[in-house]
């Protein structure tokens, strides 16, 4: 995790070292880790080191869907699918509490990482973990109680593959069912949205990693270009470089976009973790996850 010898830094990037933050026409990468191998799968989980090893954060953020799921009178039940689970943390600690969990991943070496950690938790046999496609997920009509789908993941395919996203999830719910959703808040995001960032993380694989970040808003398409950068701060050696884009959706267009596949009552609420107390004191170090929105519908 992140201690208080690794800064974060914003400052503006010289000419001679800013990239083009923009991608050919179609070219979407949705996460660092999505199709890459363990190499990248392990560099996430380091420069990402402050979300996937928080549980705080982890807590905070399943009070925010009990909290959705009173409101709709609609209580946070198991079986529960935990879409685009990554590492698996959020599917750890609901099976710690008891439910049984099916995390949904197209990263191999994340769902390695979140295998090793059930099975050291002692709830492997509560957490179910399955490589799949958000927009085509490996799971029965029904087969579902809850389901979630945390930690920012909507929003990196098209508009037409983002809307399939959510169709996919209220097919899989049963009659009555939860499904909660995280997303970055638009305008307090863009608001605070910086053209260039830096921060040295202290991670496991890496002690030591220069992470650089620049972004572009692009308000035709609503969509936030970034160029990723990371290097080795001793000898400059790169690790890692290559472009990513987020669609940032506005509340009205979710509300379209959920009842259009079939979601009834939409209820939201934001969420800043910098604003609370976590461990380490990291809630400033989030990103894109810094200002966030929880929503709730139920089928």
């Known amino acids: 995790m992140r201690s208080a010898g690794c800064p974060r830094r914003s400052s503006g990037a010289t000419r001679n070292e800013r990239p083009e933050v923009d ?119 029904g087969a579902f109680q809850s389901v979630l789908l945390l930690g920012n993941s909507f929003g990196y395919f098209s508009d037409r593959e983002d809307l399939a996203i959510l169709a996919e999830a209220r097919r899989i719910l049963r009659p009555g069912g939860l499904f909660c959703l995280e997303i970055t808040r638009r305008g307090a995001y863009l608001a605070a949205l910086e053209p260039y960032e830096e921060e040295l993380v202290c991670g496991r694989r890496h002690p030591r990693l220069r992470c650089q970040w620049w972004r572009r808003w692009d308000p035709a398409t609503r969509r936030v270009f970034t160029h990723e950068r990371h290097s080795l701060p001793d000898s400059g050696e790169l690790v890692y470089e290559g472009p990513y884009d987020m669609r940032l959706y506005g509340w009205g267009e979710l509300q379209r976009m959920l009842r259009r596949t079939g979601f009834q009552r939409v209820i939201q609420a934001p969420f800043t973790p910098a604003a609370d107390t976590l461990d380490g004191g990291l809630g400033e170090t989030f990103g894109a996850m810094s200002e966030v929105r929880f929503v709730a519908a139920r089928v």
Request: charged share 25%; with cysteine; net charge neutral.
């Open 23 to 141: 991608h050919p026409r179609g070219r979407r990468q949705t996460v660092l880790a999505l199709d890459g191998g363990r190499e990248h799968a392990e560099l996430f989980y380091d420069v990402e080191a402050a979300l996937f090893q928080n549980r705080d954060l982890t807590a905070l953020e399943l009070e925010r869907v009990a909290a959705l799921a009173e409101g709709l009178a609609t209580p946070l039940r198991s079986p529960i699918a935990d879409l685009a689970c990554g590492p698996g943390r959020h599917g750890l600690e609901l099976a710690r509490r008891g439910h049984l969990v099916t995390g949904v991943d197209l990263s191999a070496p994340f769902l390695r990482i979140a295998r090793a950690a059930a099975d050291s938790g002692g709830v492997g046999g509560r957490q179910r973990l399955v490589c799949g496609d958000l927009r085509r997920l490996p799971c029965a009509d």
